[in-house]
């Protein structure tokens, strides 16, 4: 089974103060316990970018259920790309999954959605969403609502555990 899963920071005090952890070891734990919870050895988990905050973090990988590839993400050093191919089965750029679905670690331009694009899973906005608008008549106004053809898979936004493509399409 595929699942899907974006932004562990892992070594990243900032984001673990942010989470609500009182320690990095604190965030490390209840990600790999929530990963593990849902996801078989056998399962391909693509995370989408900002793996950890350095090298040093990578062993952490060892814990996690499933075969990971990673999508790279603005914090993941190219550097460090032969250290991180020890613990993972791949690692990619920009990544056509099936179809018109893109995997990437920030969001693809919306002027690509639609006609290269019908949907795109990504990373990078932590607790955000992208909007579109839709007119409203009752209030006469422009309202925001997610766009439909982007998922955000942070774990910030999807719990801590790796989502299957039919989770993320049902809670779209």
């Not at 952890?21 to 989408?48: C, Q």
């Not at 970018?49 to 973090?57: E, N, P, R, T």
């Not at 609502?145 to 942070?154: L, T």
Request: charged share 25%.
């Amino acid at each position: 089974m595929d699942r899907f899963i974006a932004d562990l920071h892992l070594g990243d005090k900032k984001h673990s103060k942010k989470r609500g952890f009182n320690s990095i070891e604190k965030m490390h734990d209840h990600i790999i316990e929530e990963w593990n919870l849902v996801t078989s050895k056998n399962d391909k988990v693509f995370l989408l970018g900002d793996v950890a905050i350095s090298a040093k973090y990578y062993p952490l990988l060892e814990e996690l259920n499933g075969k990971i590839y990673v999508i790279l993400g603005n914090h993941d050093k190219f550097k460090d790309v032969p250290k991180l191919l020890k613990y993972v089965e791949g690692i990619s750029g920009l990544y056509k999954y099936v179809d018109n679905i893109y995997l990437s670690h920030c969001p693809i331009n919306e002027c690509q959605i639609g006609s290269k694009v019908s949907l795109n899973i990504h990373g990078h906005m932590h607790k955000n969403y992208i909007k579109t608008y839709i007119w409203d008549y009752a209030i006469r106004d422009e309202v925001p609502v997610k766009h439909p053809n982007f998922i955000n898979v942070c774990v910030d936004r999807i719990g801590y555990n790796p989502q299957t493509l039919n989770q993320l399409m049902a809670n779209r």
